[in-house]
């Protein structure tokens, strides 16, 4: 008997829409047929949804240890699991920060049995863990090394050129980064006008962010290294990366390609603020060029929760970041509907690519013997963002009272359905990724 079976979807394999039944057994995708005549203690009709792969989020900041009145494994893990979202990244600039090996033990312990969605987790690069960073290749659940170059939230910041060298030297993962040049925001702490939130793109520029990710792929490219350089935002880097492909690529925000300045700062002030920040029409221009050419790699929300009473501190006491996991994948099938990208291009960005970039085993893809890991969708459902639906501790998106169209209406994983209609059900069993 089989554990579940998912029919008369429209289901994403090899590039196509294929009407077809997908029979799974201890968690994993056991047949794929025209239709599956077998009993199953569950069945889930698909009839006028799509059925893709697991969509995979490489970034959010789930805030344990550390801020856990803002966000923990657990609720962060809810909100993925509402928004589809199967997977996650997790990254290490929490308190204390996850850069040593016993630190990274007590994160998997954390989230043992409380994360609905599967999960990794980033290990933080320091001036002085360069000898740790070279044996990360077996550590279990570990999907790469982070790499603060400019100074964001926490304290994982490595700066100086030779510091940066040393984490690429010494890496045995892949180096996701957070790329501004913290020389540049220091002498440009000047430009912060006081009370004005328009003024933080000018502090954060554009030189800031080209100078540095000039440097990373200087670096990376010097010793054979894999950078994966996180939220780009200005339209140098788009120019420059897509020159430099093979060991480098790049991530781009729902955010940065749904909002532009100075609208968004008009509307929603420092809920607007993160970083590197939101810019003006021209660069968001820029970055869609990137999607429709293929040149990016991945879509990341960079979830990023901060509490109302501290995002509503006057400029720049606010703290930078925006929740985003919950909507990464309404958001971006918005824009599928709207015609700027195609559904394929969206599952490349947001399956596929994060499994052959990371190594992640048994995801990204529908085929058998894989993970029984899927995010179901209604292409044709309308849905407005709401504060009061949002699962982050926080409360609020920057995306409340937008409509969008297109939406995950059930996430499962291991072949156990976590959400149906917006409800979130059974426990949390989500499991450590495989690389």
Known sequence: MLDLIIKNGSCFIDGNLQKLSIGISKGKIERIENNIEEESRNIFDGEGLIVLPGCIDTQVHFREPGSTDTEDLYSGSRAAIAGGITGVFEMPNTNPPTSTKTEFQRKLDLAKNRMYCNYAFYFGATANNAIELSDLKNLEGCCGIKLFAGSSTGNLLVADEKDIEKVFQSSSKVVAVHSEDEEILNNNKK???NGDVHSHPIWRSDECAISSTRRIVKIAERYNKKAHILHITTKQEIDFLSQHKGNITFEITPQHLTIFAP???????????????????????KLWYAVKNNFNDTIGSDHAPHLKKNKEKEYPNSPSGMPGVQTLMTVMLNHVNDGKLSLNQLINLVCENPVKIFGIKNKGFIKEGFDADFTIVDMNKTIEIKNENIESKCGWSPFHGFKFKGTPVATIVGGNIKMKDGEIIGDPEGKPLVF
């Open 191 to 193: 430009l912060i006008k």
């Open 263 to 285: 609208d968004c700062y008009d509307k929603i002030g420092t809920y607007a603020q993160m970083n590197p920040p939101i810019r003006d029409k021209s660069h968001y221009d």
